[in-house]
């Protein structure tokens, strides 16, 4: 275990918070300091002094930042390790920094070089976000390690509770290990996937104390009503530990909830998804952007592999899918199958690997040596460019469904046709092939439900990382 691991590792109750916010401290001085030195020898290289404002400044901005950092609460562990709102806040304090800078060298006169504002501030903002984002990195490895880990009680019915057990041990980067769980006296004792049941809704505070737990999640059960819950906070107060209450809401992203207190009741308003308008223009240009700027920057990687393929026969395979609002549109691919793959299929259900309206198989005798290399590394997706080119297609969206995979379709699954299907989403940085049909589905459906050009560029950079690790693909 390296020296970092053992400062992180959980010792007690949020145990390895304070040796993370050090580290946070320190990588916030380091990016000022940093962006001052550079900020200074860039504006001033070559002068025999530096004027006192800059000087001054240049000193005094470690701990005016460290200062506006904390005053913007970005040191606040519910933000660490997951969700956006740790570097939106560092984002905002480096703007209105910015902002107070300017208008104090007007005001007071002092005459802060221009040059110097304009490398310095933009320059402490991106080294303090890229080092809080890999900090956040090593805390998902070691997280995956089962350190800095939250012990967790969960209170609800026993199939949620089953439910969050299951996504928890599968994303292990939030942070919460489940170790207790407390049900309705009519559930039953039983240990739920080795997690104990030691208690009711009535014996949250005692498990608490027992498992030495420092937060408790309470699911969505009509149970726990108002006055319930509300004593379970007065309970939890007492002993600092965390309380998480989930609305009966699933896979719905922060931005679209608001809470508005309405005759003493916090309800959540939720907006709908913005499927039409304005940004959808915003996304098609920029889609069509990239993808063209991808053709022209890939052209000869792609006239390599196509010439490769046409040794062995047509170099792209052309296959009808399913777009938005159901329309049929041919979707292109670099041909990974040996001729009449398709007609070969039927001998090959048996050994399905898939589940639910999904076609896999993780050994394909189909795939010939050079489309297996294809696969692994999605290259042979790249001709999707052109569909995205088109307006078929989006950079980012859900899996391209076949015709026969539609007709299978229950009711709910169709909302993955209120947008266009994806070159990649949430399915491809999230497992690709290895996932069961109904966690693709639950992606793409938080996908529609969530989309924004934020997610997207998340999505496109998590891209990068699945297909060079190549798992998944088959």
């Known amino acids: 275990m390296t020296l970092r691991e053992k400062s992180f590792r959980l010792t007690g109750r949020h145990g390895w918070i304070p040796p993370y916010i050090r580290w946070l401290v320190i990588i916030d001085v380091s990016s000022a300091i940093t962006a001052s030195t550079v900020g200074l020898i860039g504006r001033f290289w070559g002068a025999i002094t530096t004027p006192w404002p800059d000087a001054t400044l240049g000193i005094a901005l470690p701990f005016i930042w460290i200062l506006s950092v904390a005053a913007g609460r970005a040191y606040e562990p519910r933000f660490f390790g997951v969700g956006s709102d740790e570097f939106r806040r560092v984002l905002n304090v480096g703007l209105l920094l910015s902002a107070a800078v300017t208008n104090l ?7 802060v070089a221009r040059g110097y504002t304009l490398v310095t501030l933009p320059l402490m903002i991106f080294l303090d976000v890229t ?13 995956a390690r089962g350190a800095c880990m939250r012990r967790s009680v969960v209170v609800g019915h026993r199939s949620a509770v089953t439910e969050l057990i299951h996504e928890l041990r599968r994303t292990p980067f939030h942070g919460l290990n489940i170790v207790a769980a407390c049900l309705p006296p009519e559930s039953g004792k039983d240990d739920l996937d080795d997690v104990p049941v030691l208690g009711g809704f009535d014996d949250v505070a005692r498990v608490i104390d027992v498992c030495r737990a420092d937060t408790v999640a309470v699911l969505a059960c009509p149970e726990i009503d ?17 309380l998480f209450v989930a609305p009966a809401l699933m896979d719905v992203a922060g931005p679209r909830t608001t809470i508005r207190p309405i005759a003493g009741l916090p309800l959540l308003h939720v907006d709908h998804p913005e499927l039409t308008g304005g940004r959808r223009v915003v996304k098609s240009l920029f889609d069509r952007l990239v993808a063209g700027l991808a053709l022209l920057f890939l052209a000869p990687a792609l006239v390599v592999i196509a010439a490769l393929l046409r040794f062995t026969g047509p170099a792209l395979f052309v296959q009808r899918r399913i777009g938005r609002d159901g329309k049929v549109f041919r979707m292109l691919k670099f041909r990974t199958m040996v001729k009449d793959a398709e007609k070969l299929r039927p001998a090959l259900l048996g050994r399905n690997d898939g589940d639910g309206v999904l076609f896999k198989l993780k ?5 010939t040596r050079i489309g297996g290399w294809l696969r692994r590394y999605s290259l042979d997706e790249l001709p999707q460019l052109i569909n995205i080119l088109r307006g078929d297609m989006s950079l980012v969206g859900p899996r391209p469904p076949l015709p026969e995979e539609v007709s299978r379709y229950e009711s709910d699954v169709y909302r993955r046709l209120a947008v266009k299907p994806g070159l ?14 109904d966690e693709a589905v639950r992606l793409d459906l938080r996908y529609v439900e969530n989309w924004s050009l934020t997610l997207d560029m998340q999505i496109l950079c998590k891209t990068l990382s699945a297909v060079i690790r190549g798992s998944g693909a088959y």
């Open 105 to 111: 060298s007007y005001v007071t006169k002092a005459e």
């Open 131 to 143: 080092g809080r984002y890999l900090l956040r990195r090593r805390l998902h490895h070691l997280r």
């Open 226 to 242: 108002a006055a319930r819950l509300r004593r379970l906070a007065w309970q939890m107060e007492k002993g600092d530990t965390d």
């Open 363 to 367: 050994v394909d005798p189909r795939v």
């Open 424 to 437: 990649t989403g949430l399915w491809q940085v999230s497992g690709r092939s290895d996932l069961s049909w």
